[in-house]
C-alpha cells in the first residue's frame, strides 16, 4: 500500500530559542525539487553544486522560523505572499547571511529531522509489510537427542621441534 501524506507540520527548536517550522515529511514532487535545486550547469554537463546543496534541503524543508534576526534589529520574516521561486530566493538570501555558525546549526536540526522521518517511514514499511514477530518454525535443541558420531576417545599429539645446525 502506497500513501499520500498529510501536510503535516514540526517545530524545531534552535540554541536561542530559534524556531524553524519545517514539513514533516517531503513528498515525491517535493524531495525532486530539493534534488534538482543542487544542480546547475557544469563544463561537462550538469553537475551537482556542493554550494547549494545544504540550502537545498533547508528549503525544501523550512516553511517558517521565528527568532532570525535581521541587522536592523528586525525579524526577517519569510513571505508567504509571493511566488515559490521568490520565497526561495528570499530565503537563500537570508540563510547566505546569517552566521555560518548559525547556518549549520539549521542545516544540522533539518538533517537530524530528516533522518528520523526516514527511521520513521521504514519502521511503517516494515509493519505494514507483515514483519511478524513469530518464533523460528524448528528450533534448535540445546542437548543432543541421541549418540554422537564423533569419537569418544581423542588422541592427544605434541610435537617437538628439533634444530640442527
Not at 554537463?45 to 522560523?65: F, H, M, N
Not at 536592523?72 to 520574516?77: F, K, L, N, S
Not at 511478524?132 to 581423542?154: K, L, R
Request: charged share 20%; with cysteine.
Amino acid at each position: 500500500m502506497f500513501q499520500v501524506r498529510s501536510r503535516a507540520t514540526t517545530v524545531l527548536t534552535l540554541s536561542g530559542g530559534v524556531t524553524l517550522t519545517v514539513k514533516t515529511h517531503l513528498n515525491a514532487g517535493e524531495t525532486r525539487k530539493t534534488f534538482g535545486r543542487m544542480y546547475r550547469p557544469g563544463a561537462t554537463g550538469t553537475e551537482i553544486d556542493p554550494l547549494l546543496v545544504g540550502t537545498s534541503k533547508i528549503l525544501g524543508y523550512l516553511l517558517d522560523w521565528t527568532g532570525v534576526i535581521g541587522t536592523d534589529g528586525a525579524p526577517i520574516v519569510i513571505p508567504t505572499t509571493t511566488s515559490a521561486a521568490e520565497r526561495d530566493a528570499f530565503v537563500a538570501g537570508a540563510l547566505d547571511a546569517i552566521d555560518a555558525e548559525d547556518f549549520r546549526e539549521i542545516l544540522a536540526a533539518i538533517d537530524a529531522h530528516d533522518d528520523a522521518m526516514a527511521a520513521a517511514r521504514a519502521a511503517e514499511k516494515n509493519a505494514r509489510d507483515g514483519a511478524t514477530n513469530g518464533s523460528a518454525t524448528s528450533p534448535s535443541p540445546s542437548e543432543p537427542a541421541g549418540p554422537s558420531s564423533t569419537s569418544v576417545n581423542s588422541t592427544s599429539t605434541t610435537t617437538t621441534s628439533s634444530s640442527s645446525c
